[in-house]
């Protein structure tokens, strides 16, 4: 048999159980050391009695239903469910991965059995309920190249373990040639060639995804580490696509996060700063959703994590918000031990800001007094994480159900399944939306279907369950988003496809709308530049500063288009169409409205008066330069002006005579009979 499968399986098992067990432990701890180099031999010599235990119970529940006509063994009754006893979370971790082991090789692994007469006819007195436990331990007798268990003296040994080992061994010379004719039957020059396809895709892309670190700042900061990584021989480089061996990037979306080649898995893992939990390998889907959360975040604002997930996800919450006086709830930690496993955890990475709730998210009434300051809400529900870059990882890092593992081998979820997941989601979702004092809410997924992504928000805010009426939640770009100014609700949406380079990722950003005066809104649209040609009213004490200015400079003869007609005293009467137009208003909205065409043909200056620009009512600056006067604006003109008659009162008859005379006034005509305004204002 080659090696690349037996390799590749226990290199697998070595990382994902050094990656538990090392993110709270420290290397250079003696206790550490004993703890990895114990789990290297997990997967060349066999594994504990108790692992084979749980691993068949799991098999059990997951192992694919066959006709009745292609049955070839007999599992027994699967109707309950398995009780499963894990010594720690290491175990557990193994037991997942050897039963998920047995679920891709089942189809090969059955055949054998038959081929070689192992089964059913020297296996014959057994019950069905032990064919799980033989099918199991057949695939760890392969992948160790058919060579004897080791046995693990510590462990508490069991019987049927014993029993079941012993009688595979004595027929492995069978079971071997059985393996070598099924290969030559299905022309396969490994055993992955038994492996379904949707698997093999899924741990190919797996296996060429970058690594995502995300650091620790309680412990290190980011020119520390990078200055360490340089010391090691790694080069920075600008993004995955100028991957080099050793070599790393930052993040294009979060600064926190370094990522670096698949290759380097082992080594990274190995370095004291994964060691010292100063770096932490994490699914970046993760970590867009606890930046996208704390972007949201006030001063002194709280958060609550709907769920418990993965131990590391809570802690990249807390080192973000370390700076400021915010807390992080956490539902649904249900038992003291989990509680007293989780705060070790935390305190070796040196979190302090995180309190533990026994209550599920959705027990949590929205006017509890302990989440009087809670602002956004992170809701990370169970999916199908089809999407994820390792799903194999995230479903045991978050604890979420087995039976996703099943999904994951198939490729696809049912849909009785889908409908089960959309429903819990949205519930969830409505829940998040009762909570009055809340700000906003942070959907994330790593799932590829609609139903728990985009359609589960669509209808949560359709729902109107807004806990206040006055302040409903309406979508808003991500932080990530390159896509802000949209109309399009699809495009509020923040995605990322699953690739060779990206683990998938779904994330919907719900904040409520705020209280914006009108006033506010037109001061956020001038700071942007978005009133281009829009003339503001400006206040009062502005428009009365040209007038100091007026009372310091005396007026030019030059300008005689100033004082038309402004220095009499008596009120002019003015004609209805130039009323009409003079009483009308320009828009603040539309520079373009039949308003502002109607004042700028009755203002338009005269060939004497073009040195000085028109100006509309709002934006006058005396009130004087446009020479058809509103009935309301006409007093403080004449004021204005008036004084400037008395300072020379020569040189204002002199200018006030010469501008009337070449000003058209045919919109206007003159009507009183006082002899001084006849003789300065008669074109004829």
């Known amino acids: 048999m080659p090696d690349s499968e037996s390799n590749l399986v226990s290199s697998h098992v070595d990382v994902i159980n050094g990656t538990s067990v090392l993110s709270e432990t420290k290397i250079s701890d003696e206790k550490g050391s004993v703890e990895k180099r114990a789990v290297t031999q997990f997967g060349k010599n066999g594994y504990p009695d108790s692992i084979y235990i749980n691993a068949a119970k799991i098999f059990q529940g997951l192992r694919t239903e066959k006709s009745t006509g292609r049955i070839l063994l007999r ?108 290969r030559i039957k299905y022309d396969a020059l490994s055993i992955e060639y038994f492996v379904p396809e949707t698997i093999s895709k899924q741990e190919q892309r797996t296996s060429a995804l970058p690594l995502c670190f995300w650091i620790n700042t309680l412990k290190i900061s980011l020119e520390d580490v990078i200055r360490d990584l340089e010391m090691k021989g790694f080069t920075k480089v600008e993004s995955v696509s100028d991957f080099d061996h050793y070599t790393y990037a930052v993040d294009q979306h979060c600064h926190d996060v370094l990522v670096f080649p698949s290759c380097l898995r082992e080594e990274l893992l190995n370095l004291d700063l994964f060691a010292d939990c100063q770096l932490l390998l994490q699914d970046k889907s993760r970590s867009l959703a606890v930046h996208s959360a704390h972007a949201l975040l006030s001063e002194g604002g709280d958060i609550i994590m709907a769920h418990i997930g993965s131990h590391l996800t809570i802690a990249h919450m807390s080192v973000l918000t370390n700076d400021s006086m915010s807390r992080i709830f956490v539902c649904g930690v249900k038992t003291s031990a989990k509680e007293e496993e989780l705060m070790n955890s935390f305190s070796h990475m040196g979190c302090t800001n995180i309190l533990l709730l026994h209550e599920d998210f959705t027990e949590l009434q929205p006017t509890d007094p302990r989440l009087e300051q809670a602002k956004v809400i992170l809701l990370l529900p169970q999916c199908s994480e089809l999407g994820a870059g390792n799903p194999m990882e995230l479903i045991l890092s978050e604890h979420t159900d087995a039976e996703l593992l099943q999904d994951l081998f198939q490729g696809f979820v049912s849909e009785d399944k889908l409908r089960i997941l959309s429903e819990r989601q949205l519930n969830e979702l409505l829940h998040a939306l009762r909570f009055k004092k809340v700000q906003a809410i942070v959907y994330c997924t790593c799932s590829v ?111 005689p288009h100033r004082q038309t007609a402004a220095h009499v005293k008596a009120e002019v009467p003015v004609s209805k169409a130039a009323n009409k137009a003079e009483e009308q208003h320009v828009c603040p909205i539309c520079p373009k409205s039949p308003t502002s065409k109607t004042q700028e043909k009755h203002a338009r200056p005269t060939k004497a008066g073009s040195n000085t620009p028109q100006k509309t009512v709002q934006g006058r600056k005396a009130g004087s330069d446009t020479p058809q006067k509103t009935v309301q604006g006409k007093k403080a003109a004449s004021n204005t002006e008036q004084k400037n008659a008395h300072q020379t009162k020569a040189a204002s008859d002199a200018s006030t005579s010469k501008a009337a005379s070449n000003t058209q006034q045919k919109s206007v005509p003159q009507t009183d009979s006082r002899a001084e305004l006849k003789k300065s204002v008669n074109p004829d």
């Open 449 to 559: 279907y609609p139903e728990e992504n985009e359609l589960v928000v669509i209808k949560a805010l359709e729902s109107g369950v807004e806990g206040d009426k006055k302040r409903p939640y309406r979508l808003i770009p991500s932080i990530f988003s390159t896509c802000s100014d949209s109309e399009s609700s699809t495009e509020m949406f923040f995605k990322v496809e699953p690739s060779e380079i990206s683990s998938g990722c779904f994330l919907a950003v719900l904040e409520r709308e705020k209280k914006v005066s009108a006033k506010d809104i037109l001061a956020s649209a001038a700071a942007q530049a978005l009133l281009d040609g829009i003339v503001e009213e400006k206040p009062k004490e502005e428009v009365k500063k040209p007038k100091g200015k007026q009372r310091k400079h005396k007026p030019k003869a030059a300008k």
């Open 75 to 182: 599992y027994g009754d699967t109707s309950e469910s398995p009780t499963l006893a894990f010594k720690d979370e290491h175990s557990r971790r193994v037991s997942y991965q050897l039963a998920f082991n047995t679920l891709k090789y089942q189809n090969l692994l059955e055949e054998m059995l038959v081929d070689s007469k192992v089964y059913p006819f020297a296996f014959l007195l057994q019950p069905d309920e032990l064919t799980s436990l033989l099918v199991v331990m057949l695939y760890d007798l392969q992948d160790r190249k058919f060579q004897k268990r080791k046995i693990f003296a510590e462990e508490e040994h069991v019987a049927e373990v014993q029993e079941i080992g012993h009688y595979l061994y004595r027929y492995k010379t069978k079971l071997a040639a059985a393996l070598a004719r099924c």
